[in-house]
């Protein structure tokens, strides 16, 4: 199978006309409307320094159900006991450059490049791109950020530099992403810790199923507070 090349036009090929990988597409930009167009249709891209801009529909693909995350009960302690403090939306550059510095959870090294920052920068101010952050000390210790359109949360990276941090940012998601009336969250790709909490893999064909149904609900863009 060919691997679509993108053109100046904004458009992109089915998800399911990815390669067996989950490589879809190559090239294009990384525009507001172009990332726009691309999680809408369920795609994403994922790249190195240095490579062409390379557009992924994975099968399987890593989901979560927001009302099947599990916490353990250590975890729920933790919480319970205020060790972190925990914003939305308040510090999104400082989170997505500690991603970026290698503590991101797609691979080791740097897969968000400077570009991407730029443009998730530029979606979080359009009120599309969200993140959350976990404190201590009035030190920023871990975080997530991600992608919200339609009811879907489109997750793309998470660091933790003390225990539990990053799980408990993705607990105070999901308490968020519920009360909004979100129905999916797009996890991607496999990870222990991930599914460790209740995510799980469905078939492509499945995830295009509850993923266009959960963006015909309609979300304004905005940035987010925990209330």
Known sequence: MTVFRLAEDMAFPPPEMAEENGLLAVGGDLSEKRLLLAYSLGVFPWYSAGSPILWWSPDPRLILIPEELRVSRSLRQIIKKGIYSV???????????????????????????????????????????????????????GGLYGVAMGAVYFGESMFSEMKDASKVALVKLVGYLIEKGYQLIDCQVPTEHLISMGAKEVSREEFQVMFKKAMKVSMEPGKWRLT
């Open 87 to 141: 914003t939305m939306d308040v510090a999104f550059d400082m989170v997505i450059g500690n991603c970026a510095a290698g503590r991101g959870r797609k691979e080791e090294g740097t897969w968000i490049t400077d570009e991407m920052i730029k443009a998730y920068s530029r979606l979080h101010e359009l009120g599309y791109a969200h993140s959350v952050e976990v404190w201590r000390d009035g030190s920023l210790v």
